[in-house]
Every structure is written in C-alpha cells, then in structure tokens.
C-alpha cells in the first residue's frame, strides 16, 4: 500500500512540474530550425511566425537557416535535440515527402518528431521565364509539346510540394520536359529569371513579385478557384480539370516533447495566425490554417498517404 501511495505521489509531483514547465515555458532563447537556404516562401513565413512568436510569449524565438541534403539536416538537428521546447523546426510539406525519395534519413517523420501545428496552406504558381513565347497554360502546353525534351523545369529540392505538381502536370499534359533539382527556391528563381530554366512551380508566395515586376510570368495556379493574389491568372484546371495542388508549412519539436508545452506552442501559433500576420501572408496567396494538435497529425497522416502514391507512380528518387 504505501509503495502505491509512493508511486501516486510521484506521478503527481510529475505532472505538476510539467504543469509548472508549461507555464514557464520559454525562459530562455527558443531556436527555430529551417533546413532550406533563406530567402524563399518557407523562409519568409517561419522568420514572420517566429517575430510573433517572440513578441506573444517574451523571448527570442531564433531562426537558424541549416541547408543541406533536401531538408534532412535541419531536421536531424531537431530529432536529436532535448524535447524541451527549445529547439523547433519550420518546415514546408517537403519534410514528410522527401524522405519518401531517399535510399534512407537518420530519422523517421512519425517516430522522431512531435507535430505541434499546421500554419498555412499555399496554392503554387506555374512561372515561366518571361522570353518564353507563352502567355497562358495552353500555349505552354503547346510549345513544351511541340518542343519535346528541350524545356527544363526547376524544383526547390526533390520530393517538394512544388516538385510533385511539375511530375503531375508533365503526366497530366502529357508533356516531356527535363526537370532540374535546386538547392531551395531562391537559387530557382534566379535562373528563371535569368533564363537557364523555363520553368519553375513553386508557391505563389515566392513568385509574385517577380511576375508583378515582369521579371518572369505567372500562367497558372494549382487551386482549384483562382487566387485573390493572382485574379487575372487562370487555374490549371479551368485546361487541365481536376488538377489541384497545394504546399504547407508546419511547426514541430523532437518527439517526447511535453504535452503541455505542445499545447502552448500550438495555441501562440493560433494567436498569431489571427494577428496582422493573417493579413500580409493571405495577400500573397497563402492560406492561414489554425487548427489543433489533432487536427495537424490527421492532416499529416492524410497527406503522406497521397504523397506516396505520386512518388511511387512517378518514380521520383533522389539519384
């Protein structure tokens, strides 16, 4: 009996000291892992969310870029870290499909880590370097079949959001076009720019500018209605129906991070969501997702699933 009421005690004490974590949670710098180069749409978001996040709960969330092998040394940086809540990872729905690609990780997407929220959704953009003779999806369509194994498509790193749409739209199409891996969207982008890619699919986010600025084209977008962003732009579906595409970008910790400080993270990141935040990334063609827990592990169970039947299908590996 008494070594029940030992063992009662103990389990009290330890939930009242997670309790009390939570509550004084974060005393001291938080590090915000983005595995990607600065500079794209992933980039931008995790630095807005991390602003916030510093100014809603007093301490300095700190965005440390770790670019390298498609993502996976960011987040084995976040895997192997203490489930304290002190080091997270930002990163966008190449996080869970990427290893789907690789011969192996030194990690496991629902092994290793702990989802703690969906922070937005992004339809993706079709661009095209700006001397190409196209104007909308069809012509595209047009020239790249007229032009078999001569256009080059660009993708931020293999196994993306943006690299899965282009595998789509080339079966969709029917098309033949060579598609070049980057090392993130930044370096993409300039070469569409400058004219060494044709193409690149990518959020709306990071394109926009550029295709307002006439330094490259917008033909199309993967939503299934047009974006508010984008209003003149046409979908992919209104040529190709059906076709819907989008990105998403999520917050994590290492696996056996507390419950309560998960739950804290992932009501500051609802707060945020509604903050003036909402208003300058809705703008550019994102869409805010607060949610629960819950609701993200659903969404991220969901999402591989239909993942890998796209990887499996097209074959898509990391050489």
Sequence with gaps: MRQLLRYGLALCLGLAALGAAAQTYPNR?????????PGGTLDQLGRALAQKLSEQMGQPFVVENRPGGNG???ADVVARAPADGYTLLFNASTFVTAPMTMKSVPYGVVKDFQPVSLVAKAPLSVAINKNLPVNDLKSLLAFAQANPGKMTFAVGSIGSAGHLATEMLKRAGNLDYVVVPYKGTAPAFQDLIGGQIAGFIDPILGSLQFHKNGMLRVVA?????RAPSL??????AETLPGFEFFSWYGLWGPSRLPADITQRLNAEVNKALASDMKDRFVSQGLVMTPGSVDDFIKFQREDMARAQKIITEGNIRVE
């Design 29 to 37: 710098p938080v590090k915000v892992i983005i595995p990607f180069p």
């Design 72 to 74: 996976t040394i960011g």
């Design 221 to 225: 977008v993967t939503s299934n209605t």
């Design 231 to 236: 209003p003149e732009v046409a979908t992919v």
